[in-house]
């Protein structure tokens, strides 16, 4: 994921309140190809608000959102976006679930069905296909909200704190995990979290965000090789990044 040419995404100058209360002032940020980008900053701030201005699904009072160099300010439907709950549907056998997308977009269930079976392998869910999401750990339910998630929208994903509900050895492995997988996919990122380690672990860039109204305090490129063993999290150059990181906060 080191190697990304063109810009993705580039959300410029977003500002937005509710009522009289400021939330984002004068965000710019921006996702390069096959790039993994973290927002980091502290619980409330605003990033999930970033989000959803970023899926559409809420306008901001000023500012423009780019995909791909198309205006889609306050347009749903292009990204993927997966939540820190699973939201999978009870009732539905896992492959269902992770069909839902292609099915609401006008495929038919048997075709749809085919259409994601090749994926439970690289989403390490090979043989629980046809069980439901009580039979799977919360860690297995976490790569089947993924993979739903990346039927939707193949090469934009935007994850807002996806592992903030596990324990802290299921949260490390499915960090190493999410990168093992993205390695096998054309994807480009933006991940939310308040989680230092996590951020520096995981990313390219991280963008640290300050208290509410959110703006960007700086932007920080985390030069560690890929790809990445849970080794690097002792090494001195994380330590550097995490001290500066810490002191910027």
Same mark, same amino acid.
């Given at each position: 994921?080191?190697?990304?040419?063109?810009?993705?995404?580039?959300?410029?100058?977003?500002?937005?309140?509710?009522?009289?209360?400021?939330?984002?002032?004068?965000?710019?940020?921006?996702?390069?190809?096959?790039?993994?980008?973290?927002?980091?900053?502290?619980?409330?701030?605003?990033?999930?608000?970033?989000?959803?201005?970023?899926?559409?699904?809420?306008?901001?009072?000023?500012?423009?959102?780019?995909?791909?160099?198309?205006?889609?300010?306050?347009?749903?439907?292009?990204?993927?976006?997966?939540?820190?709950?699973?939201?999978?549907?009870?009732?539905?056998?896992?492959?269902?679930?992770? *069909?839902?997308? !292609?099915?609401?977009?006008?495929?038919?269930?048997?075709?749809?069905?085919?259409? +994601? $079976?090749?994926?439970? /392998? #690289?989403?390490?869910?090979?043989?629980?296909?046809?069980?439901?999401?009580?039979?799977?750990?919360?860690?297995?339910?976490?790569?089947?909200?993924?993979?739903?998630?990346?039927?939707?929208?193949?090469?934009?994903?935007?994850?807002?704190?996806?592992?903030?509900?596990?324990?802290?050895?299921?949260?490390?492995?499915?960090?190493?995990?999410?990168?093992?997988?993205?390695?096998?996919?054309?994807?480009?990122?933006?991940?939310?979290?308040?989680?230092?380690?996590? *951020?520096?672990? !995981?990313?390219?860039?991280?963008?640290?965000?300050?208290?509410?109204?959110?703006? +960007? $305090?700086?932007?920080? /490129? #985390?030069?560690?090789?890929?790809?990445?063993?849970?080794?690097?999290?002792?090494?001195?150059?994380?330590?550097?990044?995490?001290?500066?990181?810490?002191?910027?906060?």
């Amino acid at each position: 994921m080191s190697t990304y040419q063109k810009n993705k995404l580039s959300v410029n100058n977003i500002y937005k309140s509710f009522g009289d209360i400021s939330v984002i002032d004068d965000v710019s940020l921006e996702l390069k190809e096959n790039e993994f980008v973290s927002l980091l900053g502290p619980s409330g701030s605003g990033k999930s608000t970033i989000f959803n201005i970023i899926a559409g699904l809420i306008k901001p009072d000023k500012g423009k959102v780019y995909i791909e160099d198309m205006d889609f300010t306050g347009r749903s439907g292009r990204v993927s976006y997966m939540y820190q709950k699973d939201l999978l549907l009870p009732w539905k056998k896992i492959i269902d679930n992770a *069909a839902l997308p !292609l099915v609401i977009k006008g495929t038919k269930k048997k075709e749809a069905r085919e259409m +994601v $079976k090749g994926y439970f /392998k #690289i989403f390490g869910l090979e043989g629980f296909e046809y069980k439901y999401p009580f039979q799977l750990s919360g860690g297995m339910r976490q790569r089947a909200a993924l993979m739903r998630t990346y039927m939707f929208s193949k090469d934009i994903i935007l994850l807002d704190e996806p592992f903030g509900g596990l324990d802290a050895i299921t949260k490390r492995r499915m960090q190493y995990w999410l990168l093992d997988v993205l390695s096998n996919l054309n994807a480009s990122i933006i991940f939310i979290t308040h989680d230092i380690d996590e *951020a520096i672990f !995981l990313s390219d860039r991280v963008y640290i965000l300050s208290d509410r109204p959110a703006r +960007v $305090k700086t932007e920080i /490129k #985390i030069d560690l090789p890929r790809p990445r063993k849970n080794q690097v999290i002792t090494t001195p150059r994380f330590n550097e990044i995490k001290k500066d990181i810490i002191n910027i906060l």
